[in-house]
């Protein structure tokens, strides 16, 4: 209560600052006679405008010393700006009925008898209100008497071609009804008065248009200096961007195997899972029927996979970048597409330089290596490309590639280096072409865009012609957030957080914005990609799947926000359907869908959306979108818990992968302090959930089968990325790599307990409508003896199953480290390949060596760093688990070590909150934490017992002591190891 009283004390004391500063400029105090305003720095763009009119005496500025330059500017101040210039002896009042005898009036009623303005129809001028650039523009135009000349258009049209022929227009100004700043106002007036235009101006068509070109490279300079300003000197400054069948029938497809013509390959085999039939995503793995490519660390592997009595490795590839780094992979027709991330550092020459990036410490480019694999023992470099940015997304689409990157340009250079140099630049090895991507005035750009950065969007071809040529479309003012694609159109989303103009880079301003989507539309055509459409609608979107095309729809969901504290937030979620030939018409939608929940899962299906909204209670929506126009909710279903992801089993049966949950409000301990900080009821989720849902009655909806994996800390990769799941419904096949986590003791049990691993692989299922699911196995790449308790810190995750996958009749599980072969019909093991892990694996970072010891003889040691090894931190938790569990039924938790030796021990079961840093950071599941260091002389430990935390650890000359709570008889066992 306190900080928000001194908060509103601010803002007032702020707020009255502000109305200080207006009536000063009213009285045209002069602050800084003769000089510059204090807040118009050298590198503002229009400072030699501002200068200028300072210069002449027409613009004072506020009696603080400041101009605030980049504040809207209201139709009294504009006028007063230009009258100002034009007569200094202006006089009038009440020359309207908003305009008496204020400080303004002279200068309005002086531009009025001049016939310079009219007013509106109900004798109102309106003074307060900002100037739009198209009022601006007649205003300007009339008073200095500027060559209009009479046609078709709006009303606006002549004046603003009038200033079109001045070069009168800045840059900064992108739409007709853009309100103008003080200083762009400045621009304007100097432009016309001084008669020296040295700087690039808009044109009419550019405003005009709704997709407009830069025109010249003198614009682009101009547009990426003002940014830099805005950047990097406007004070308080805050960037707000944010850097992801045929057409007409349903998007999804219910079984993905290929048949396969080869004698010696699979008669079937899976492939990545994707969210449209014929658009191929790129994945960490992907298999032919016969080998098995897959991206590790800073190589790609090829294995022969089928037969599975066959199975062999081959020498991983090594390429020609030592600083790439590969992140996912396709396979296409004998071609391996690997797309990954390079870099390039100023201290580091080896690698060849494609833009001038020399002077900035590093800059991420995004690489393709295209491989000839007709022989996968001797892969055949035929293609490599790279380009400047980040990588987004790729689809691909029979013989194309589609890639989208997104480059936020150095603009910062500009003071010593060309504006070539800062265009994104790219090099290709087939075509031999390297330099810019696209020229200055091929570049696009959107008007109103919050962020300068570039979005590439490039179709490569898979064959190895020499003249197929990458087709390439750049556009400024749009980065890039979630991809989707039909077999038709590329869709590219960005969320955009709209902000007062006055307040945008206003660090003191409140945290109140309006979050938008807008959607950039590509139209693809055998590698070719044409910019066809841009659309926006409200709130922002979950992933890939909040987004479909349908016949002439495209449909989008969405959930909005009101504030951004834990208190008081609105969520409301919505449905929009689009005109996808022209994005900026909304045919129908469906708007706050479940108020004060937000989605968690969407999935379209032909004729109906799916969605699943969440906050302790999992309502499961069908929504009817066969007309457009007309969307509607045909039905929903409350059960416990959620689906992150939806996946169709046929047209009228829906499989949800999410969590189990337990309402917080039905439980007694832990609930209090989050009930106070949500101020509502809210669900602690549980263990994995998967369900079938029946939609054969749209209005009632029902949960058919359901299936519960493991309690709270059970997780699979499938959650969050549906390539992790294999399904095929004829085969009733349904794999996913899952890691497993278990209470033992449940009797005290409130729901936010999380339990301990007890197993890591993957689940293999049976699926059909008439038993539900039916587990069939479990398979692992763990040793048997491997105990999943020390999971949490000492895991070796070279051994944790990344992908499932099948090759005719025997089913695959991939590890960083390892394949396993086993029979589909009854999981048996064939074969294994297990090689030397040297790199990082793909979900995280290297694991730590497991090798077990005898518990009962492990001494605790160190190495000649006074830091301790794996196995002393592994033979720590051993001695204090075993007197946990077999004393006190508390199990143990995570003991990471550090650089000098210590490692923090924790174990126990019902900590207090809220005493010693230390202690109080505890959660509620631990009573105790020790600095362990085992070359220490005497007693080295951490007392958390006077915070009720129960218990004291304590080491002594390498062993081991739990000391028992003071409440107890005192005794001190001894545990050592």
């Given at each position: 209560?306190?900080?928000r009283?001194l908060?509103?004390?601010?803002i007032?004391?702020?707020?009255f600052?502000?109305i200080?500063s207006v009536?000063?400029e009213s009285?045209?105090?002069?602050?800084?006679?003769?000089t510059?305003?204090?807040?118009?720095?050298?590198?503002?763009?229009?400072?030699?405008?501002?200068?200028?009119?300072?210069?002449?005496?027409?613009?004072?500025?506020?009696?603080?010393?400041?101009f605030?330059p980049?504040?809207?500017?209201?139709r009294?101040?504009?006028?007063?700006?230009?009258?100002?210039?034009?007569?200094?002896k202006a006089?009038?009042?009440?020359?309207?009925?908003?305009?008496?005898?204020?400080?303004?009036?002279?200068?309005?009623?002086?531009?009025k008898?001049?016939?310079?303005?009219?007013?509106?129809?109900?004798?109102?001028?309106?003074?307060?209100r900002?100037?739009?650039?198209?009022?601006a523009s007649?205003?300007?135009?009339?008073?200095?008497?500027?060559?209009?000349?009479?046609?078709?258009?709006?009303?606006?049209?002549?004046f603003v071609?009038?200033?079109?022929?001045?070069?009168?227009?800045?840059?900064s100004?992108?739409?007709m009804?853009?309100?103008?700043t003080?200083?762009?106002?400045?621009?304007?007036?100097?432009?016309?008065?001084?008669?020296?235009?040295?700087?690039?101006?808009?044109?009419?068509?550019?405003?005009?248009?709704?997709?407009?070109?830069?025109?010249?490279?003198?614009?682009?300079?101009?547009?990426?200096?003002?940014?830099?300003?805005?950047q990097?000197?406007?004070?308080?400054?805050?960037?707000?961007?944010?850097e992801?069948?045929?057409?007409?029938?349903?998007?999804t497809?219910?079984?993905?195997s290929?048949?396969?013509?080869?004698?010696?390959?699979?008669?079937s085999?899976?492939?990545?899972n994707?969210?449209?039939?014929?658009?191929d995503?790129?994945?960490?793995?992907?298999?032919?029927g016969?080998y098995?490519?897959?991206?590790?660390?800073?190589?790609?592997?090829?294995?022969?996979?089928?037969?599975?009595?066959?199975?062999?490795?081959?020498?991983?590839?090594?390429?020609p970048?030592?600083?790439f780094?590969?992140?996912?992979?396709y396979?296409?027709?004998g071609?391996?597409?690997?797309?990954g991330?390079?870099?390039?550092?100023?201290?580091?020459?080896?690698?060849?330089?494609?833009?001038?990036?020399?002077?900035?410490?590093y800059?991420?480019?995004?690489?393709?290596?295209?491989?000839?694999?007709?022989?996968?023992?001797?892969?055949?470099?035929?293609?490599?490309?790279?380009?400047?940015?980040n990588?987004?997304?790729?689809?691909?689409i029979?013989?194309?590639?589609?890639l989208?990157t997104s480059?936020?340009?150095?603009?910062?250079?500009?003071?010593?280096?060309?504006i070539e140099?800062?265009?994104?630049?790219?090099?290709?090895?087939?075509?031999?072409?390297?330099?810019?991507?696209a020229?200055?005035?091929?570049?696009?750009?959107?008007?109103?865009?919050?962020?300068?950065?570039?979005l590439?969007?490039?179709?490569?071809?898979?064959?190895?012609?020499?003249?197929?040529?990458?087709?390439?479309?750049?556009?400024?003012?749009?980065?890039?957030?979630?991809?989707?694609?039909?077999?038709e159109?590329?869709?590219?989303?960005?969320p955009e957080?709209n902000?007062?103009?006055?307040v945008?880079?206003?660090?003191?301003?409140?945290?109140?914005?309006?979050?938008?989507?807008?959607?950039y539309q590509f139209?693809?055509?055998d590698?070719?990609?044409?910019?066809?459409?841009r659309?926006q609608?409200?709130?922002?979107?979950?992933?890939?799947?909040?987004?479909?095309?349908?016949?002439?729809?495209?449909?989008?969901?969405t959930?909005?926000?009101?504030?951004?504290?834990?208190?008081?937030n609105?969520?409301?979620?919505?449905?929009?359907?689009?005109?996808?030939?022209?994005?900026?018409?909304?045919?129908g939608k469906?708007?706050?869908?479940?108020?004060?929940?937000?989605?968690?899962?969407?999935r379209?299906?032909?004729?109906?959306?799916?969605?699943?909204?969440?906050?302790?209670?999992d309502?499961?929506?069908?929504?009817?979108?066969?007309?457009?126009?007309?969307p509607?909710?045909?039905?929903?279903?409350?059960?416990?818990?959620?689906?992150?992801?939806?996946?169709?089993?046929?047209?009228?049966?829906?499989?949800?992968?999410?969590?189990?949950?337990?309402?917080?409000?039905?439980?007694?301990?832990?609930?209090?302090?989050?009930?106070?900080?949500?101020?509502?009821?809210?669900?602690?989720?549980?263990?994995?959930k998967?369900?079938?849902?029946?939609?054969?009655?749209?209005s009632?909806?029902?949960?058919?089968?359901?299936?519960?994996?493991?309690?709270?800390?059970?997780?699979?990769e499938?959650?969050?990325?549906?390539?992790?799941?294999?399904?095929?419904k004829?085969?009733?096949?349904?794999?996913?790599?899952?890691?497993?986590?278990?209470?033992?003791?449940?009797?005290?049990?409130?729901?936010?307990?999380?339990?301990?691993?007890?197993f890591v692989?993957?689940?293999v299922?049976?699926?059909d409508?008439t038993?539900?699911f039916?587990?069939?196995?479990?398979i692992t790449?763990?040793?048997?003896?491997?105990?999943?308790?020390?999971?949490?810190?000492n895991?070796?995750f070279?051994?944790?199953?990344?992908?499932?996958l099948?090759?005719?009749?025997?089913?695959?599980?991939v590890?960083?480290?390892?394949?396993?072969?086993?029979r589909?019909?009854?999981?048996?093991?064939?074969?294994?390949l297990?090689?030397?892990?040297?790199?990082?694996?793909?979900?995280?970072?290297?694991g730590?060596?497991?090798?077990?010891?005898?518990s009962?003889?492990?001494?605790?040691?160190?190495?000649t760093?006074?830091t301790?090894?794996?196995?002393?931190?592994?033979?720590?938790?051993?001695?204090?688990?075993?007197?946990?569990?077999?004393?006190?039924?508390?199990?143990?938790?995570?003991?990471p070590?550090?650089?000098?030796?210590?490692?923090?021990?924790?174990?126990?079961?019902?900590a207090?909150?809220?005493?010693?840093?230390?202690?109080?950071e505890?959660?509620?599941?631990?009573?105790?934490?020790?600095p362990?260091?085992?070359?220490?002389?005497?007693?080295?430990?951490?007392?958390?017992?006077?915070?009720?935390?129960?218990?004291?650890?304590?080491?002594?000359?390498?062993?081991?002591t739990i000391?028992?709570p003071?409440?107890?008889?005192?005794?001190?066992?001894?545990?050592?190891?």
């Amino acid at each position: 209560m306190i900080r928000r009283v001194l908060f509103f004390i601010f803002i007032s004391f702020f707020s009255f600052g502000m109305i200080f500063s207006v009536h000063a400029e009213s009285n045209n105090t002069i602050t800084q006679e003769g000089t510059v305003f204090n807040d118009v720095v050298k590198e503002h763009p229009y400072v030699d405008a501002v200068s200028y009119l300072r210069a002449q005496g027409v613009i004072q500025g506020y009696a603080d010393g400041t101009f605030m330059p980049d504040q809207t500017i209201n139709r009294a101040e504009f006028l007063k700006i230009v009258m100002g210039t034009l007569d200094p002896k202006a006089q009038g009042e009440n020359c309207f009925s908003d305009v008496k005898e204020e400080w303004f009036a002279k200068y309005v009623c002086s531009a009025k008898a001049k016939g310079i303005i009219s007013g509106y129809e109900d004798g109102s001028f309106k003074p307060d209100r900002n100037i739009f650039f198209v009022e601006a523009s007649k205003i300007v135009s009339k008073a200095f008497a500027l060559s209009t000349s009479a046609g078709s258009g709006q009303w606006y049209t002549p004046f603003v071609k009038a200033l079109e022929k001045k070069k009168a227009i800045p840059v900064s100004i992108d739409y007709m009804e853009k309100s103008v700043t003080r200083s762009e106002m400045a621009e304007m007036v100097y432009r016309l008065k001084a008669g020296k235009v040295t700087k690039a101006s808009k044109s009419f068509a550019a405003l005009s248009s709704k997709f407009p070109q830069i025109s010249s490279c003198d614009e682009l300079q101009e547009k990426l200096k003002t940014e830099d300003y805005r950047q990097n000197y406007r004070y308080g400054r805050v960037m707000y961007s944010m850097e992801e069948a045929a057409p007409s029938n349903a998007s999804t497809s219910f079984e993905k195997s290929v048949s396969a013509g080869s004698e010696d390959s699979a008669s079937s085999y899976s492939q990545t899972n994707t969210q449209v039939e014929g658009v191929d995503e790129s994945d960490i793995i992907k298999n032919d029927g016969k080998y098995i490519y897959m991206v590790e660390g800073k190589t790609a592997r090829i294995f022969e996979a089928y037969p599975p009595e066959s199975l062999t490795a081959f020498d991983p590839l090594s390429f020609p970048d030592p600083q790439f780094t590969p992140q996912e992979l396709y396979i296409s027709d004998g071609k391996l597409v690997i797309i990954g991330t390079t870099y390039f550092r100023e201290s580091n020459q080896s690698s060849e330089k494609i833009a001038p990036w020399g002077f900035a410490p590093y800059q991420s480019r995004t690489k393709i290596y295209v491989y000839d694999v007709a022989n996968p023992s001797t892969p055949s470099l035929v293609r490599e490309s790279e380009f400047d940015g980040n990588f987004v997304s790729s689809r691909r689409i029979k013989n194309h590639v589609y890639l989208v990157t997104s480059v936020y340009p150095s603009y910062y250079i500009l003071k010593d280096h060309p504006i070539e140099d800062v265009i994104p630049q790219y090099k290709d090895s087939l075509t031999g072409v390297s330099g810019q991507v696209a020229t200055c005035s091929d570049i696009s750009y959107f008007p109103r865009y919050q962020s300068p950065s570039f979005l590439v969007v490039a179709g490569i071809p898979l064959d190895s012609t020499e003249g197929s040529t990458i087709e390439r479309e750049v556009y400024m003012g749009a980065s890039a957030n979630t991809v989707y694609s039909s077999l038709e159109n590329l869709y590219v989303s960005l969320p955009e957080y709209n902000y007062d103009e006055n307040v945008r880079y206003d660090m003191f301003a409140p945290s109140v914005m309006e979050a938008s989507t807008s959607i950039y539309q590509f139209k693809l055509v055998d590698g070719k990609i044409r910019f066809s459409g841009r659309g926006q609608v409200s709130g922002t979107v979950l992933n890939q799947f909040s987004m479909d095309e349908n016949g002439d729809d495209f449909r989008i969901a969405t959930t909005t926000r009101e504030g951004w504290s834990m208190r008081g937030n609105t969520l409301k979620n919505h449905l929009f359907i689009l005109d996808r030939n022209n994005l900026e018409t909304i045919r129908g939608k469906i708007e706050n869908i479940a108020p004060g929940e937000q989605i968690y899962s969407v999935r379209f299906v032909g004729n109906r959306a799916y969605m699943v909204t969440f906050k302790n209670t999992d309502p499961f929506f069908v929504i009817d979108v066969s007309d457009g126009a007309q969307p509607k909710i045909l039905g929903k279903l409350k059960i416990p818990g959620f689906s992150d992801y939806l996946h169709p089993y046929d047209e009228n049966h829906i499989i949800g992968f999410g969590k189990e949950a337990v309402d917080s409000l039905s439980t007694t301990e832990g609930v209090e302090f989050e009930t106070t900080i949500q101020e509502s009821n809210f669900a602690w989720y549980q263990g994995m959930k998967m369900a079938v849902f029946d939609v054969t009655d749209v209005s009632n909806p029902k949960e058919m089968f359901k299936e519960v994996i493991g309690d709270r800390g059970t997780t699979s990769e499938l959650l969050y990325n549906h390539k992790a799941l294999l399904f095929d419904k004829a085969k009733g096949l349904l794999a996913f790599p899952l890691t497993v986590a278990e209470i033992k003791d449940k009797t005290s049990h409130t729901g936010s307990e999380y339990g301990i691993p007890t197993f890591v692989g993957a689940y293999v299922y049976k699926l059909d409508l008439t038993d539900g699911f039916t587990l069939r196995g479990k398979i692992t790449h763990f040793d048997a003896s491997y105990n999943y308790r020390y999971a949490s810190y000492n895991y070796p995750f070279q051994k944790v199953i990344g992908r499932v996958l099948y090759l005719g009749d025997y089913l695959y599980t991939v590890s960083h480290g390892m394949i396993k072969a086993n029979r589909l019909n009854d999981l048996g093991q064939v074969s294994a390949l297990q090689w030397e892990v040297v790199d990082d694996p793909w979900i995280g970072y290297p694991g730590i060596d497991s090798t077990s010891i005898d518990s009962t003889s492990a001494i605790m040691t160190t190495d000649t760093n006074n830091t301790l090894r794996n196995n002393d931190v592994k033979a720590l938790l051993d001695a204090i688990s075993e007197y946990s569990i077999d004393n006190s039924g508390a199990l143990p938790s995570s003991i990471p070590s550090t650089e000098n030796g210590q490692v923090a021990a924790v174990i126990g079961n019902d900590a207090s909150k809220g005493q010693a840093d230390f202690c109080s950071e505890l959660v509620p599941t631990y009573i105790a934490a020790m600095p362990f260091d085992p070359t220490a002389e005497g007693a080295h430990y951490t007392d958390c017992s006077d915070y009720n935390t129960g218990y004291t650890v304590i080491s002594i000359d390498n062993r081991v002591t739990i000391a028992a709570p003071s409440a107890d008889s005192g005794e001190t066992i001894n545990v050592t190891r």
